[in-house]
């Protein structure tokens, strides 16, 4: 479903305002996130005359003809930024279900005429929930201050949806804001578990320390309170901070650490250096082992590569032997996706390679180990999975060629930097702990704003 949204969502294009509206159109959007009245005030501030149309009667002509016109993409980029503005404005909101209705997405456009229709906040939470699927962090943080403000400040649901969005966009000190009231008198769990972690993210300890009796009292939030420790055992760490903050929130090693790669192609030696440093970590580990699991053909690629590195065994994950410890070696998160759907991930303690993590994917389990952060990256698997069988390249052979490949280029594996960096916290790294499939945490892509962008 995730792909299917984010796929969808992602096609749009831009739908930039028109630039003399675009301050008054955002002011009153403003507004009306806090509720019906203030969308009802709207009109009184817009000019007399019929002559001269608002900003938003402007847009909603464009979106018209851009439908009118067949192009979906650009009616989809303006409706989408005229709801981040006006999320409650009932013109809007029709708009969209028009638009999505045309897309063929007749359940999301069901969803915009429920909570047009709808005298509670209940339609908007459902549509905000959705687009937080979709990674519309912005949007879906729109559509649930419009729910909060139907529903009332202390609707619990409607408060995490608002804070997951916030946190999504990274931006933690905006959350703590929205949940500082609540301290000594959290009745939400989740609630209280957003706001320590956020705290955490922000740097902010004197927030964490107000509520870690609160933590420390829930057995459901011991996952925090490890993460606690991590950040009080070890402070920022100004050269790898990607590093830092995933290793405070997950107990994760982030292998490569120096950037957020996005939309470009990783090559064999990048991805070499990614399988150098996991040979370290295993290396501190030795009971991980050297059978190298896999769950798809592309994952197999990896796991033939990595079993060559630590001179290991590359298995499929349905020749595990239940209750063994083993590392499995996943490319993405949809080859992740694919590991927790197998009968196998239920059968005792992992270890988890994932070799390119998407940092704005939810709630798929955290790897142990993650090779790099990247959006939309291009990797080289070509022919592993062509639909012609006389098309496709064995995965065997494919990893003999990159590795070859990597072999002769020249780059530094930077694993004499990351060896000290793991050993002093092996500890704390959830590589050595004996995670069971329903201790592992979930990714909750809650990245600090300075590494969003």
Not at 205 to 212: H, N
Not at 396 to 418: I, K, P, Q
């Amino acid at each position: 479903m995730w792909e299917r949204l984010k796929s969808f969502w992602g096609s749009r294009a831009p739908g930039d305002l028109d630039e003399a509206g675009e301050a008054d159109e955002r002011s009153a959007g403003e507004a009306g996130g806090a509720g019906e009245a203030a969308v009802a005030e709207a009109p009184a501030r817009a000019p007399a005359r019929e002559a001269a149309p608002s900003p938003a009667t402007s847009e909603l002509r464009a979106i018209d003809e851009a439908l009118a016109a067949g192009d979906l993409g650009l009616a989809l980029g303006r409706v989408r930024d005229l709801l981040v503005a006006m999320p409650t404005a009932p013109d809007v909101m029709d708009r969209a279900a028009r638009v999505l209705e045309t897309a063929g997405e007749g359940e999301l456009a069901h969803q915009f005429r429920v909570a047009r229709g709808g005298r509670d906040g209940a339609g908007y939470l459902t549509l905000a929930r959705s687009f937080l699927v979709m990674d519309d962090a912005e949007l879906a943080a729109a559509l649930a201050r419009a729910a909060l403000g139907r529903s009332g400040p202390d609707d619990a649901a409607a408060l995490g949806v608002v804070a997951d969005a916030l946190a999504r966009q990274g931006e933690h000190d905006e959350v703590l804001g929205l949940l500082e009231r609540l301290e000594g008198r959290f009745s939400d769990a989740a609630l209280l578990d957003r706001y320590a972690v956020s705290a955490l993210l922000a740097g902010d300890r004197a927030r964490y320390d107000r509520v870690a009796a609160a933590v420390a009292a829930d057995p459901d939030a011991a996952w925090v309170a490890r993460a606690a420790a991590r950040a009080g055992a070890f402070g920022p760490d100004e050269d790898r901070p990607l590093r830092h903050t995933l290793f405070v929130q997950y107990g994760a090693a982030l292998l490569d650490a120096d950037e957020i790669v996005r939309g470009a192609p990783l090559g064999p030696a990048r991805l070499m250096r990614v399988l150098d440093r996991a040979r370290v970590a295993c290396e501190l580990v030795p009971s991980v082992g050297d059978r190298i699991a896999y769950v798809s053909p592309r994952g197999e690629v990896f796991a033939r590569w990595m079993a060559g590195a630590v001179d290991g065994t590359a298995v499929p994950m349905s020749a595990r032997i239940p209750g063994a410890r083993v590392l499995v070696v996943v490319v993405d998160d949809d080859d992740m996706a694919t590991l927790v759907g197998h009968r196998a991930f239920h059968e005792g303690p992992l270890v988890i390679l994932q070799v390119v993590k998407d940092p704005r994917r939810a709630e798929l389990p955290a790897p142990d180990l993650i090779g790099l952060l990247g959006e939309d990256v291009v990797l080289p698997l070509e022919g592993v999975e062509a639909e012609r069988a006389a098309e496709r390249v064995p995965p065997s052979l494919l990893a003999a060629e990159l590795a070859r490949a990597a072999s002769g280029a020249e780059y530094d594996s930077g694993a004499a930097e990351v060896g000290p960096w793991l050993e002093e916290r092996l500890t704390m790294l959830s590589l050595v702990e004996a995670i069971g499939p329903d201790e592992r945490l979930a990714w909750l892509a809650d990245l600090p704003s300075w590494l969003r962008k």
